[in-house]
Structures are given as structure tokens and as C-alpha cells.
């Protein structure tokens, strides 16, 4: 299993940026999957969940309404649109594959960078 | 804030047995399974325990997770200094249809 994200990099308070995660190695479809973030010297924060054919989707209330998960299972790509940024969704933002159960994380990409500053 | 407690760090020695409590509530660990991540410094996070009390392959029987009502806990027994990392637990909040994290918990062998 690869997870490979990009996208990450400086965005300005009221901006948007969106995030791309590559995935190769297992059927992409089958799987739900997430994106979680860790703000520098913080703890996991789970971000967004969407399941296989999209028509299962939950963000975490820090978010909604500003953040958009995304996925295309022809590309094996799974997308975070983030608008709205604000200084406190500064962190690392990982891609993370569900288990096809959807009950557990069970590989997770390297990580990209996302700062919010002025 | 985070929704799971658990504390901010433990300690032992080589070849002890540690303890890391994650204390929740009747919508997540009360009713859901509990997933436990280590992550390393300066890497991204790897699973160690799913569903409550169960190991991937690869994870050695030193780890074992179990729960409690609304409260879980991951053992690691003889412990080792490549144990030093922090840990996660994870459940699902199934009142709001989030997951939640603890806050995690930074072990130290001394």
C-alpha cells in the first residue's frame, strides 16, 4: 500500500487550498478513507471520512461547512478541497485507509504541511 | 479538547509493564470498538490495536488492548526502548458520526 499526498503549502486566512492524495497497491474503490491532520506539537485530529462509492461522507465539526472530501476511484485519488482556511487548521494533514469495514485505520501516507499565516 | 482522556504521559523501566487508560463516553468507547496508534517521532502513525483487543500481524504479543464500559486501556508488557513513542486511541462517536482521538500519550523508557 502507497498513499502519496500533495498539495500542501502556505495559504492566506480566508483561502483555500486543496489537497491530493495518490494511492497504489490495493483496489481503491473498496476502501473508505480519511484525512487527519496534526497541528505542530498536537495530538491526531481526524478530519473527514468518506466511504468507497462516496455516498458516505462525515467531517468533524472543526470543518463543516468549509472543508470538501472528494474521491476518484478511475484516478485511485482521494482529494480535500479546504476553504475558509484559518490559523488553526495549520498542521500536517495525513490520507488514511479504512480497513473495507470502515472500523479502523489501517495505513496512512507520509503526511503534507498545510500553514495558514498572513 | 479532545473527546477521548487519556494522560499525557507514562513511564517504566526495560521489562515492565505499562498501562495507558482511554476514558470516553456511552456513544463512543460505551457502545464502539477502540483503536490504538503509535506514532514515532517525526513519522506518520501506525496501527497497533484494532477493534479493542485485536493485533495486525507484525505487532508483538507485548500489546494487548482491552475495554471497559466507557473506558479502554492498552497494556505493553516487557518493555523495551524502541516502545518509546506516543500512542493513540480512537473510537467512533456513533451520537455524531465523527471519530474521535485521545489526546495522546507520550511513553518514556527510562
Known amino acids: 500500500v502507497q498513499l502519496v499526498e500533495s498539495g500542501g503549502g502556505s495559504g492566506q486566512p480566508g483561502g483555500s487550498l486543496r489537497l491530493s492524495c495518490t494511492a497504489a497497491?490495493?483496489?481503491?474503490?473498496?476502501?473508505?478513507m480519511n484525512w487527519v491532520r496534526q497541528a505542530p506539537g498536537k495530538g491526531l485530529e481526524w478530519v473527514s471520512y468518506?466511504?468507497?462509492?462516496?455516498?458516505?461522507?462525515y467531517y468533524a465539526d472543526s470543518v463543516k461547512g468549509r472543508f470538501t472530501i472528494s474521491r476518484d476511484n478511475a484516478k485511485n485519488s482521494l482529494y480535500l478541497q479546504m476553504d475558509g482556511l484559518r490559523a488553526e487548521d495549520t498542521a500536517v494533514y495525513y490520507c488514511a485507509k479504512d480497513d473495507a469495514s470502515g472500523w479502523y485505520v489501517t495505513d496512512w501516507g507520509q503526511g503534507t504541511l498545510v500553514t495558514v499565516s498572513s | 479538547q479532545s473527546v477521548l482522556t487519556q494522560p499525557p504521559s507514562v513511564s517504566g523501566t526495560p521489562g515492565q509493564r505499562v498501562n495507558i487508560s482511554c476514558s470516553g463516553y456511552s456513544s463512543t468507547i460505551g457502545s464502539n470498538i477502540v483503536n490504538w496508534y503509535r506514532q514515532l517521532s517525526g513519522t506518520a502513525p501506525r496501527l497497533l490495536i484494532y477493534?479493542?483487543?485485536q493485533r495486525p500481524s507484525g505487532v508483538p504479543d507485548r500489546f494487548s488492548g482491552s475495554k471497559s464500559g466507557t473506558s479502554a486501556s492498552l497494556a505493553i508488557s516487557g518493555l523495551q526502548s524502541e516502545d518509546e513513542a506516543d500512542y493513540y486511541c480512537?473510537?467512533?462517536?456513533?451520537?455524531?458520526?465523527?471519530?474521535?482521538f485521545g489526546g495522546g500519550t507520550k511513553l518514556t523508557v527510562l
Open positions: 497497491g490495493f483496489i481503491f474503490n473498496n476502501y473508505p
Open positions: 477493534k479493542t483487543d
Open positions: 468518506i466511504n468507497g462509492n462516496s455516498n458516505q461522507i
Open positions: 480512537a473510537a467512533w462517536d456513533g451520537s455524531l458520526n465523527v471519530w474521535v
